[in-house]
């Protein structure tokens, strides 16, 4: 019962490509968001989407764009991948509700090498 | 904004031991939430923490919220090698927010 997919598990891809990570969430959730992790630096928020068609950024949105043209699908792109983008990318959606009703519920990761 | 620092950032432990693992606020805490990441995996909710006092178990995980000293704690009784992995902390959020987390604690567990 996988409730956020995240298309692509691996993925190699060479400077300069243009790469979409996919994310779909089956829970009806208003929240989406884009991490990416690496070792030492911990998660960090490239994007996020509360709302279809809307977006904000995050801390580290450079090199980044994203696209949420329906509820349960937020993607990620780069729009010219390079090899500092290698990263375990993660994909996350919450419900709108306050008072502790934000649980993220995480997708497995798409791990992107750039060569 | 908000940062959450966690501490230590590396932890190995015998199997069997008992450990600790901090998560300290730059800001007053109204709450936290806890997360285990499994090497090469998502992360998967843990606990969620909403007041000050508040402690909370799951199987041989303990979490308190310390207001006062805006930290959290998570404590493993008698490690076993299914605690191995990462773990982080976030701040709960109101709508969509940027939601940051801590660095995590990866810890091992040897046989």
């Known amino acids: 019962d996988v409730k956020v997919t995240q298309s692509s598990r691996y993925l190699v891809k060479r400077t300069g490509e243009k790469v979409f990570l996919e994310c779909v969430q089956d829970m009806d959730h208003e929240n989406m968001f884009w991490y990416r992790q690496d070792p030492g630096l911990g998660l960090r928020l490239i994007y996020f989407s509360y709302d279809v068609k809307m977006k904000e950024k995050g801390d580290i949105p450079e090199g980044y764009s994203v696209s949420r043209e329906k509820k349960e699908r937020f993607s990620l792109i780069l729009e010219s991948a390079s090899t500092n983008q290698t990263s375990m990318y993660l994909c996350?959606?919450?419900?709108?509700?306050?008072?502790?009703?934000?649980?993220?519920?995480f997708g497995a990761g798409s791990r992107l090498t750039v060569l | 904004s908000q940062e959450l620092e966690q501490s230590p950032q590396s932890l190995i432990v015998q199997e069997g031991k008992n450990l600790t693992i901090n998560c300290t606020s730059s800001?007053?805490?109204?709450?936290l939430y806890w997360y285990k990441q499994k090497y090469g995996e998502g992360l998967i909710f843990l606990m969620m923490?909403?007041?000050?006092?508040e402690e909370k178990s799951h199987e041989k995980i303990t979490a308190k919220l310390d207001e006062k000293k805006q930290q959290s704690s998570l404590h493993i009784t008698a490690s076993q090698p299914s605690h191995a992995g990462i773990y982080l902390c976030g701040p709960p959020g109101q709508g969509a927010q940027k939601l940051v987390f801590g660095q995590g604690t990866r810890l091992t567990i040897n046989p």
């Open positions: 800001k007053t805490l109204y709450g």
């Open positions: 923490l909403q007041k000050g006092g």
């Open positions: 996350a959606s919450s419900p709108q509700g306050a008072g502790g009703a934000n649980v993220l519920t």
